[in-house]
């Protein structure tokens, strides 16, 4: 089953990476969920949407709330275990285990809100970068789940480099088959979607004394780097014979990090943001969406 072959990619990097096992075993409770069912029975309510705007922008989101602080629930216990207080904080408040919490973690999470995030590191004695690495976890299963939803109606003449889906920068590019057909894969939702043309997907360039590429001295390993010298922007290419499935996006860029520390080391990085803001919205059955005024 997928899931399993997802975990299992993880256990494998545990096993060449000791090093990583705190990091991955908070990462394996959240890939056991991705291509799980159980996160496909409320789909979001879109907002209505353009040729630059991903499905989620201005959405609806209706995740069930129960499984979200159950997750989260997870990823801190797992986090504290392995001693990664940075990430889920040394307290644990009664307040910070309710549903409406999670809700709050899960929607700041999706819209890139770090000023929610800073404010649950505070209360809990996470760091900010901390609790931001944990929080993105939190929403992929429901995020995966929307990428399901539309997959029966592909995006068509999205030319966007950020995820027609939910907005976040690719995790890497796709040369895939023996036609090496680029696609750009989404480490968040899991969606690939074609990008033939050689351009900077941060700031749209095509001059090809601008772009480039960079040498990583594993001549074994189907990983590139390319680069863009105008914006310093990085983004890794993987040749595949075949479509990394969804739930696998996630263990496959984990897989190829020493490429992005390489990206790094050199000077060139991913813009801290997401590709576009969602500013999207909550509304759970039974429950105040976090954000509204109470009372109403
Ligand atoms: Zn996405
Ligand atoms: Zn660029």
């Given amino acids: 089953m997928s899931a399993t072959s997802a975990v299992s990619k993880l256990d494998t990097l545990i096993t060449t990476n000791p090093e990583w096992t705190a990091w991955l075993c908070v990462v394996r409770e959240v890939a056991a969920e991705l291509s799980s069912p159980s996160w496909d029975a409320n789909p979001p309510r879109t907002a209505v949407t353009s040729d630059l705007t991903p499905l989620l922008a201005g959405a609806v989101l209706r995740p069930d709330?129960?499984?979200?602080?159950?997750?989260?629930?997870?990823?801190?216990?797992?986090?504290?275990?392995?001693?990664?207080?940075?990430?889920?904080?040394?307290?644990?408040?009664?307040?910070?285990?309710?549903?409406?919490?999670a809700l709050a973690v899960f929607l700041a999470a999706v819209n890139g809100d770090h000023l929610a995030l800073d404010l649950r590191a505070s209360r809990t004695g996470a760091s900010p970068?901390?609790?931001?690495?944990?929080?993105?976890?939190?929403?992929?299963?429901?995020?995966?789940?929307?990428?399901?939803?539309?997959?029966?109606?592909?995006?068509?003449?999205?030319?966007?480099?950020y995820c027609p889906v939910c907005g976040a920068w690719p995790a890497f590019a796709e040369l895939r088959g023996v036609e090496r057909a680029r696609h750009l894969r989404c480490g968040r939702c899991g969606v690939g979607w074609p990008m033939p043309v050689l351009a900077c997907i941060y700031c749209a360039t095509?001059?090809?004394?601008?772009l480039g590429s960079l040498v990583v001295d594993d001549k074994k390993s189907r990983f590139a780097l390319d680069v863009c010298r105008g914006c310093s922007g990085y983004l890794k290419s993987y040749t595949t014979l075949q479509a990394t499935p969804a739930d696998e996006v996630l263990a496959t860029d984990l897989a190829s990090v020493e490429f992005d520390l390489a990206a790094i080391e050199r000077g060139f990085l991913q813009p801290p943001g997401p590709g576009f803001a969602l500013r999207a919205s909550l509304a759970v059955a039974g429950h105040v969406p976090p954000s509204a005024?109470?009372?109403l």
């Fill in 65 to 101: 709330d129960r499984a979200v602080a159950r997750l989260l629930d997870r990823l801190s216990g797992v986090a504290r275990t392995q001693g990664l207080h940075a990430l889920a904080g040394d307290v644990e408040h009664a307040q910070e285990k309710s549903s409406d919490a």
């Fill in 293 to 295: 005024p109470r009372g």
């Fill in 206 to 210: 095509t001059d090809h004394e601008t």
């Fill in 129 to 161: 970068e901390g609790m931001r690495t944990l929080a993105q976890l939190l929403p992929m299963p429901y995020l995966h789940a929307c990428a399901r939803h539309w997959a029966s109606s592909p995006v068509s003449n999205w030319s966007q480099g």
